[in-house]
């Protein structure tokens, strides 16, 4: 139970970045175009899915123990620091 819910939590955190990524990448392709940037529905689609798989991602993560930061070290290895 607790590895599918690792799993999940890292497929939400990965598809957060995702979108985020795409919503960046059409603001870059706009800057060099020199066009005024004003979000397609595609683009709000993107970032209010990314929104939403963070904050599952953020739930998930908190309920089975891991750090919200994915570069945070493992509770794990915490402990062992505190011994």
Known sequence: MATTARAMAT???TTAAAAQT???HAN???AVE???RSWTSAETT???AGAITSTHAQWTRTAIGLPQNPEAQSPQTTQRQGV
Do not use: I
């Open 22 to 24: 795409t919503a960046l």
């Open 46 to 48: 993107a970032r209010t």
């Open 34 to 36: 020199g066009r005024n």
């Open 28 to 30: 870059a392709h706009a």
């Open 11 to 13: 497929s939400n955190v």
